[in-house]
T-cell receptor, first 118, second 112 residues
Framework: GAVVSQHPSWVICKSGTSVKIECRSLDFQATTMFWYRQFPKQSLMLMATSNEGSKATYEQGVEKDKFLINHASLTLSTLTVTSAHPEDSSFYIC??????????????FGDGTRLSIL | KQEVTQIPAALSVPEGENLVLNCSFTDSAIYNLQWFRQDPGKGLTSLLLIQSSQREQTSGRLNASLDKSSGRSTLYIAASQPGDSATYLCAVENDSNYQLIWGAGTKLIIKP
């Protein structure tokens, strides 16, 4: 089945560091990828929709200069948390839809990245 | 604005019991509804997807139903096992922008 690889799975770093998270579709092409954030004991919140070859669409309240998204190819999207601070600590999850299967197919999710900012 | 609610927030039952998880949504203009499983500290596993034109989907011991007009879905788990312990998330995909709107989840514990 379709697999989405997310890397790294866990990051601990000092405040002020920029952190890049990669999301790769391993056996399919994804025109669109989604980035979510999940705080403890809460559900997923969509941060942005990443479109290959164009600018990402950010949800209200998400700072585009803080969370840089690049979707340079049909199999890779990256999320960079710039100058991360403790309040950015969270679980970040990406998902992708196989462009060959149409909209009424499930999104495939990565295993998530746990980000801890000290 | 679409809102998704899951009841109960937590559920603990003995092994072997059949159980039902509930999901409700406020806007019936959905493209599909999906049920996911999330283990602690892990990503998501898609369990079932019900298209807006469908009434139910089955996979093994899992059966999900959809009543779009009343804004409700249920996930039925038969003969529960300790390995079923996880958080179960319901999400609807809006037919306007194809974004997933998530419920807060039901944390399920199956006691051996």
């Amino acid at each position: 089945g379709a697999v989405v690889s997310q890397h790294p799975s866990w990051v601990i770093c000092k405040s002020g560091t920029s952190v890049k998270i990669e999301c790769r579709s391993l056996d399919f092409q994804a025109t669109t990828m989604f980035w979510y954030r999940q705080f403890p004991k809460q559900s997923l919140m969509l941060m942005a929709t990443s479109n290959e070859g164009s600018k990402a669409t950010y949800e209200q309240g998400v700072e585009k200069d803080k969370f840089l998204i690049n979707h340079a190819s049909l199999t890779l999207s990256t999320l960079t948390v710039t100058s991360a601070h403790p309040e950015d600590s969270s679980f970040y999850i990406c998902s992708a839809r196989d462009r060959g299967t149409g909209l009424n197919q499930p999104q495939h999710f990565g295993d998530g990245t746990r980000l801890s900012i000290l | 604005k679409q809102e998704v609610t899951q009841i109960p927030a937590a559920l603990s039952v003995p092994e072997g019991e059949n159980l039902v998880l509930n999901c409700s949504f406020t806007d019936s203009a959905i493209y599909n509804l999906q049920w996911f499983r999330q283990d602690p500290g892990k990503g998501l596993t898609s369990l079932l997807l019900i298209q807006s034109s469908q009434r139910e989907q089955t996979s093994g011991r899992l059966n999900a139903s959809l009543d779009k007009s009343s804004g409700r879905s249920t996930l039925y788990i038969a003969a529960s096992q300790p390995g079923d312990s996880a958080t179960y998330l319901c999400a609807v995909e809006n037919d306007s922008n194809y974004q997933l709107i998530w419920g807060a989840g039901t944390k399920l514990i199956i006691k051996p």
